[in-house]
């Protein structure tokens, strides 16, 4: 069974940071460009970061672009989000999933970890 996994997510004040991790299992993602994505209440799901399968490459919405930064670790089929300077308006869950340039590929998903950022 194919399962990504998110956890680090939590309440923190504005201008504080986090670490969020996305562990996968069941195949390897080794080979797939990989993205985080977020959903706030009441709002649609979105793109935040995504990141080449060799790591080479990164992009990001442009308003998280210098805060957040987005990483792997093929060797342990890990995809990581750090996030620092974090607002209010970050508040949401974040998922991990494979993608397609800044979209979800639409096969994979894990069930996201909340973070909260207190003004």
């Known amino acids: 069974q194919v399962q990504l996994v998110e956890s680090g997510g939590g309440l923190v004040q504005a201008g504080g940071s986090l670490r969020l991790s996305c562990a996968a299992s069941?195949?390897?993602?080794?080979?797939?460009?990989m993205g985080w994505f977020r959903q706030a209440p009441g709002k649609e799901r979105e793109f935040v970061a995504a990141?080449?399968?060799?790591?080479?490459?990164?992009s990001y919405a442009d308003s998280v672009k210098g805060r957040l930064t987005i990483s792997r670790d093929n060797a342990k089929n890990k995809v990581y989000l750090q996030m620092d300077s974090l607002k209010p308006e970050d508040t949401a869950v974040y998922y991990c999933?494979?993608?397609?340039?800044?979209?979800?590929?639409?096969?994979?998903w894990g069930q996201g970890t909340q973070v909260t950022v207190s003004s």
């Open positions: 069941g195949r390897t993602f080794s080979f797939d460009n």
């Open positions: 990141i080449s399968w060799n790591g080479k490459s990164t």
């Open positions: 999933a494979p993608s397609l340039g800044r979209t979800w590929r639409g096969d994979y």
